[in-house]
């Protein structure tokens, strides 16, 4: 009789699954998951309780989450080796270091965030819940080692591809005045075409090569000058420019001119310094055409395209 009464108190006992489910107070046949909220069916809502099992939630769990379902019955012990190893701080030149190191760096490069950013708190507590092994690094270093580094391996793939390309390689500039300050800047984007080897397909790529303040007066032998020097670092001494494409402006238009060779003007020469050392024509040579002229074709097919842009802007006027 002891016995009797001992099974029947023990089968009232809630089982270990409602740590998982939550009932639903609508329908007691349709518990809800708290791990994924899905809802599971333990049977007909018609049918009376008593005939409701838990196998369907056990089964349920075991595919939503086999780590959580097995530690319900039965309790895994970790080893001593791995209980060290998760409380480990992560060396700093250990792979898995580096490559958190580099991905924040490259966060940092492309969505073009300040590098104050690996200093504030929300981003230090995000990084203790993904791995809270790992020291986050420091600004210092990631001003001056890592993103230098992501800048050179960039840099390195793009003039392997660029002096890769078949194709000419075509550039668009554009100068600029900083608003409230006195400060001239240069931009160089370059386009070309690259062979897809895994299709037959060609691959348009570009990418931005300069940015940066223009220190001489915009005239347009400076602005020719510095041109073929973007050009040498990124193409080679023995590459060119293929087509320029700027706005209007007088000095750009005439550094890109391709039937004019520039000479240096008096004001020109005057901005720098002559030393007595050096020859002044060296200091000054003779700048030839930043590209080819075009082909007649080629031109008027150009010419066609700014005729028919141009319609198109008048209307939507």
């Known amino acids: 009789m002891a016995t009797a009464e001992k099974r029947k108190r023990i089968s009232n006992l809630p089982s270990s699954i409602w740590d998982s489910f939550t009932k639903n107070k609508?329908?007691?046949?349709?518990?809800?998951c708290r791990k994924c909220r899905k809802v599971v069916s333990r049977g007909s809502s018609t049918a009376k309780s008593k005939s409701w099992g838990n196998g369907s939630l056990w089964a349920h769990l075991k595919l939503c989450s086999p780590s959580e379902s097995s530690s319900t019955s039965s309790t895994t012990q970790l080893s001593i080796q791995?209980?060290?190893?998760?409380?480990t701080p992560l060396q700093k030149g250990s792979v898995k270091a580096k490559a958190i190191t580099n991905a924040i760096g490259k966060m940092v490069v492309i969505d073009l965030r300040p590098y104050l950013v690996v200093e504030n708190e929300g981003f230090r507590e995000l990084m203790r819940v993904l791995e809270p092994r790992y020291s986050v690094v420091s600004r210092k270093e990631l001003?001056?080692?890592?993103?230098?580094?992501?800048?050179?391996?960039s840099e390195a793939k793009i003039k392997k591809s660029i002096q890769s390309s078949k194709s000419g390689i075509n550039f668009t500039t554009d100068m600029w005045k900083c608003g409230g300050q006195n400060r001239e800047y240069m931009t160089v984007t370059a386009h070309w075409v690259v062979e897809n080897l895994d299709s037959t397909a060609y691959e348009v790529k570009n990418a931005l090569l300069v940015v940066e303040e223009f220190l001489t007066s915009a005239h347009s032998y400076n602005i020719r000058k510095s041109l073929q020097v973007v050009q040498n670092n990124w193409i080679g001494a023995e590459g060119k420019f293929h087509i320029g494409v700027s706005d209007n402006a007088a000095n750009v238009t005439l550094a890109l001119d391709s039937d004019v060779r520039l000479?240096?003007?008096?004001?020109?020469?005057e901005e720098i310094e002559e030393s007595d050392d050096d020859d002044d024509e060296d200091r000054f040579p003779t700048l030839p055409p930043m590209h080819d002229a075009m082909k007649p074709d080629v031109q008027r097919a150009v010419n066609d395209a700014r005729t028919h842009c141009e319609k198109i802007i008048t209307k939507t006027k």
């Open 82 to 87: 791995e209980t060290f190893s998760r409380n």
């Open 143 to 153: 001003t001056n080692v890592v993103v230098p580094e992501i800048y050179t391996d």
């Open 263 to 269: 000479e240096a003007s008096d004001d020109v020469r």
């Open 26 to 32: 609508i329908d007691a046949s349709k518990p809800t």
